[in-house]
């Protein structure tokens, strides 16, 4: 991100069909250059969001700008933003070549530079030579890079991708993934990505607004949105996580702790700026909980050195337990009576043998692991 | 049960047992009756009520004159105009219930399907109330006409010359206009179900790229409805071809379709032979109407 123009402005937006409020109130820039993604569940309102900059939809309320122009009452084929759809939308009666210069021909663009050009976006997309195939003799990752193509071809200051990756298996969605930001680095066009992936996202994405019930959570870029959630709802939703209710006891500039009932007195080496005996919740990733056989817990933690005795540290039994290749995920009941999931990476071939189901296990984390959650 | 029908062929008893029945009631009261038809076609009257099958092909010989065939080519062409009308029509029709909201949908589709529960008859007779020479159709017409000379002479102007109802029945216009009335459901609903299975994204990823309106109907509407407009000008053109009620009743003596002079032959000129071979030429001209279009799908069906 060299250039900090702001190419997309939602301005206080809001949609309402009928009762229902599908975007409330969302004030964004998206920066030129940027690969910008909304995330959140389905029925957020992120792709009422997304179809708002294309034109399909009117705001109830608030203005979109685009490269400083207001086009909250531009039609779709006059707005300088193209789109891909989730069902890729390849015209069917059309031949690829065909499919990709059907833009260009409504723009009136004279048939050499036409061809020229459907030949420069499919090879871009990996599609050259490809040009005379009919959509219905093509796969769905195909598919989709012919919409990329006829989308792209139209050079667009802004392209749109509704849940671009959502239809293809597993492997080529992973491919796609690196594909698509190689793409935005080559074209250089802003990108805007509509997903409920946060793989997806987090994978892809200069910056993220996750989109809850129609409102903003949180904009931030990937790490920041994991490391850093600025609520439960984004905690939870971007990665797996545990939650637990507490009261803040200690809170200063270097230090903070948490009194969990469910878990232990948690301390953080910074501090968090909360009224003092307010409510608030702890996030802990599973990954960053250290498992270890009772006893062997305090030498591990003598090590670290990073929190007073009785904090960071907890005590249960092996209740669940999936193996999942790379890691091993354990569902730990604590003594508190409250569930906690810990993830192990499996650093060797028999790490998942060290811990079985009912064994009994300590944990421990780092002071700068749990995150504290106001709301 | 889907099962047993699905594999019919390793359990022929059953399916039979099940498609027996309405094979028998195809054979005997259809089949075997067009068979006796065919077969009078070819045969001469001996009597008042007897007819000789002799193997004669001077009733088709007549029935290729041109006197019959004019009458022919002009309910083509009748039907051909109604087909057209129905498709300008109905296509918007067909959008518009397309793009209602769900809840509106069903109460439209009614609407078109509504009048297929009232007789033809009955709908006909309506039709012809509405039109006659005191009908509302006229009375509108009339009080237009009179309020136009009304307007005229408040501004200053001459008045206009009393209102003459104008005759709408009884000629080829109410043919036409009549056919078009009873036929346009046929031709909405395949219309509909075409466009209903359109996906709405190309209509969207057409508009934006940039097309307008017009240039997404014409490119990417009108192309992928095709098989469900060819259903539609399929299912309209036959029956106006052989449209008999209609013409019959609402049409002058001009104004006379195929299917009313079969009727003459069966009827007051009492030749059964005749009307026997007009009737096929006309199944034979349906035939290879429908020949074509199923042509044209297989044709569809190798390109992909």
Request: with cysteine; hydrophobic share 50%; net charge neutral.
């Amino acid at each position: 991100m060299t250039d900090a123009q702001p190419i997309i402005q939602i301005r206080n937006v809001s949609k309402r069909f009928g009762k229902v409020t599908a975007v409330d109130n969302v004030t964004l820039d998206i920066m030129a250059g940027e690969f910008f993604v909304l995330l959140g569940p389905s029925g957020c309102g992120k792709t009422t969001l997304l179809r708002m900059i294309a034109g399909f939809e009117l705001p109830t309320e608030g203005q979109i700008l685009i490269d400083g122009q207001d086009v909250s009452n531009v039609p779709p084929n006059k707005r300088p933003v193209n789109m891909v759809f989730q069902s890729y939308a390849v015209f069917p009666h059309m031949s690829v070549a065909d499919n990709v210069a059907y833009g260009l021909k409504i723009r009136g663009v004279g048939r050499g530079e036409r061809e020229e050009r459907v030949r420069e976006a499919l090879d871009l997309v990996k599609l050259g030579g490809f040009e005379g195939r009919m959509p219905d003799q093509m796969s769905g990752g195909q598919r989709q890079r012919v919409a990329l193509a006829r989308s792209l071809v139209m050079r667009p200051k802004v392209l749109l991708l509704d849940e671009p990756l959502s239809a293809l298996d597993a492997k080529l969605r992973a491919q796609m993934q690196f594909e698509l930001s190689d793409l935005q680095d080559q074209v250089g066009i802003t990108f805007v990505t509509v997903t409920h992936d946060q793989d997806e996202a987090l994978s892809m994405a200069s910056r993220i607004a996750v989109i809850n019930k129609g409102e903003v959570a949180q904009l931030a870029g990937p790490s920041d949105l994991y490391e850093y959630p600025a609520n439960r709802f984004v905690a939870d939703f971007v990665g797996s996580v545990n939650i637990f209710e507490g009261k803040l006891t200690l809170d200063e500039p270097d230090r903070a702790a948490v009194d969990c009932p469910g878990i232990s007195k948690v301390y953080l080496n910074h501090g968090v700026t909360g009224p003092h005996g307010a409510d608030v919740w702890i996030a802990l990733r599973p990954e960053k909980i250290y498992l270890h056989v009772p006893g062997e817990g305090k030498a591990v933690r003598a090590a670290a050195q990073d929190a007073p005795d009785g904090h960071n540290f907890a005590r249960g039994v092996i209740k669940g337990m999936s193996y999942l290749g790379d890691i091993t995920l354990y569902e730990i009941k604590l003594d508190s009576g409250e569930m906690i999931r810990v993830s192990r990476p499996n650093l060797s071939r028999h790490d998942q043998e060290d811990f079985t189901w009912d064994d009994r296990v300590s944990m421990h984390w780092r002071a700068d692991s749990p995150v504290v959650l106001l709301g | 049960m889907a099962g047993l029908v699905q594999d019919w062929k390793a359990h022929k008893r059953p399916f039979a047992a099940i498609a027996g029945a309405p094979l028998f009631w195809l054979l005997l009261f259809f089949l075997v009756p067009m068979a006796i038809v065919w077969l009078y076609s070819f045969g001469e009257n001996a009597g008042p009520a007897d007819i000789a099958i002799s193997g004669t092909l001077d009733n088709y010989k007549r029935a290729t004159e041109w006197l019959y065939l004019s009458i022919f080519l002009k309910s083509l062409a009748v039907a051909a105009l109604v087909t057209l009308i129905c498709l300008i029509i109905g296509f918007p029709v067909a959008m518009a219930i397309t793009f209602a909201t769900p809840k509106w949908r069903p109460w439209l589709l009614l609407g078109i399907m509504l009048p297929f529960w009232t007789n033809l008859l009955v709908r006909t007779y309506a039709l012809m109330v509405l039109m006659g020479t005191n009908g509302y159709a006229n009375m509108g017409l009339g009080a237009l006409w009179d309020g136009t000379s009304w307007l005229r002479v408040a501004v200053g102007m001459q008045p206009l010359e009393a209102w003459t109802p104008v005759q709408l029945l009884y000629n080829n216009f109410a043919v036409v206009l009549g056919l078009v009335y009873v036929h346009l459901p046929f031709m909405v609903l395949p219309l509909y179900a075409a466009l209903d299975r359109l996906d709405k994204s190309l209509i969207e990823a057409s508009l934006d790229l940039g097309a307008g309106h017009l240039r997404t109907l014409m490119k990417i509407v009108v192309p992928l409805a095709g098989p469900g407009i060819l259903a539609g000008v399929m299912i309209t053109l036959i029956p106006a071809l052989g449209a008999y009620l209609t013409p019959d009743l609402m049409g002058g003596t001009e104004s006379q379709m195929i299917a009313n002079v079969i009727e003459r032959q069966f009827k007051r000129a009492n030749d059964w032979p005749f009307g026997a071979a007009l009737s096929f030429l006309l199944i034979y001209a349906m035939f290879i109407l429908i020949a074509l279009q199923s042509m044209r799908r297989d044709k569809g069906r190798e390109a992909h």
